[in-house]
């Protein structure tokens, strides 16, 4: 399929990005425009509106606008179905991602290691220098940083992404015919001249909206390999991407913050309630990755190695190595042993680097 006939697809009243996606997996090798009536019938059933949409082809003449504002503005239209597309948006759990993404920039999409940073936009002096932090230790892992061009945190995710020669990808909540926040046009140009890339899914002519953010959110987590919220406050976009980050069983981590600041009141209760793991540095979040790991973190994987099991705890290791992951009352139902016990047992697993707490109360070996 042609990528007018892709781009007009998004511009069809009554398709969404799920139907779309199964649409082109029912009919891979046809453009959808040109199939038959009695074909569409068969896909659309009662929805008559949609199939006459399709049939009339209502939606080229937008989608050969966008395409030719494409074209001058050197933007790449990718269809999920292009191998530039970011492989991390088309896995089954993120199939409420955007269909069609528009790309200005030359970032690869689809680097080996991707973080997302985020928090609020009134970040302070202690969330930015944790920000500035993290990311200048994450140049040892070369990692690609993801965030989404808001004030506060994101702006401070990009620049030290930047200044640390880290690749860098900004996702916008509005067409590439604008940047917004407008005071972040020169941090945008800094980007692309960076080898970076802004990215949407919606078309030029999209009027900057409220509702659109948190759906952009969607797309910063589902291209990161993990999300990191470095300050938040107990409501909040940061938020939004961290549940979306965890539904999408990507890993969520959370800078704490001191208990008398309004805006660590989000990610401290992240970390209270288990919805992420307390990060302190880029090993803590190369630990969770899987990622080889530099400093710290190999002083405990060596302590890990060294750590003498005694016999019940050998048995929860054992339950804990046949499952992915257990919560306390099936690791106890498994063992044999009291909940007391094996709670016991849990915690000096936990410390000695063996097992480790995921959200829900759930443990799983390190």
């Known amino acids: 399929m042609e990528i007018l006939s892709q781009i007009a697809l998004t511009f069809t009243p009554g398709l969404g990005n799920t139907s779309i996606r199964r649409l082109v997996d029912l009919y891979p090798d046809e453009d959808i425009f040109s199939l038959p009536k009695s074909e569409l019938k068969k896909a659309f059933g009662s929805h008559k509106s949609v199939l006459d949409n399709i049939l009339n082809k209502t939606a080229f003449q937008r989608a050969e606008e966008e395409l030719r504002f494409c074209e001058q503005s050197h933007i790449r239209p990718l269809f999920f179905t292009s191998p530039d597309y970011p492989e991390r948006l088309n896995r089954p759990e993120t199939d409420d ?3 069609l993404l528009y790309v200005l ?13 985020v928090g609020t936009r009134r970040a302070t002096a202690y969330g930015r220098d944790n920000t500035d932090r993290l990311i200048r230790e994450l140049k040892s892992y070369n990692t690609q940083i993801i965030s989404g061009l808001a004030y506060g945190i994101d702006t401070a995710a990009h620049t030290a992404a930047l200044d640390y020669n880290l690749p860098t990808v900004a996702v916008l909540g509005h067409g590439l015919d604008q940047i917004y926040p407008a005071q ?3 941090l945008a140009k800094r980007i692309l001249e960076a080898g970076g890339a802004l990215v949407t899914e ?3 002519g999209t009027a900057i909206n409220p509702r659109f953010f948190p759906a952009r959110n969607r797309i910063i987590a589902a291209l990161a390999d993990a999300t990191v919220v470095v300050e938040a406050s107990e409501k909040g976009g940061a938020l939004i991407t961290a549940a979306i980050a965890a539904s999408y069983h990507r890993e969520v981590l959370s800078v704490p913050g001191r208990l008398t600041d309004s805006y660590s009141r989000g990610t401290n209760n992240l970390i209270a309630t ?12 190369a630990f969770q990755l899987g990622w080889p790991l530099l400093g710290r973190q190999t002083e405990m994987k060596e302590l890990k190695d060294s750590y003498k099991l005694s016999s019940d705890e050998q048995k929860i290791v054992n339950v804990l190595n046949e499952y992915d992951h257990m919560g306390l009352e099936e690791i106890a139902s498994a063992t044999s042993f009291s909940l007391p016990k094996t709670a016991s047992h849990l915690f000096n697993l936990e410390m000695n680097k063996v097992v480790r707490t995921l959200p829900g109360h759930l443990y799983q070996l390190i």
């Open 184 to 186: 972040n046009r020169p």
């Open 105 to 117: 920039g030359s970032a690869n999409l689809n680097p080996e290691r991707s973080v997302a940073v």
């Open 274 to 285: 288990n919805r992420a793991l307390l990060v302190r540095d880029a090993d803590d979040i």
């Open 202 to 204: 919606y078309p030029s």
């Open 97 to 99: 991602c955007p269909a």
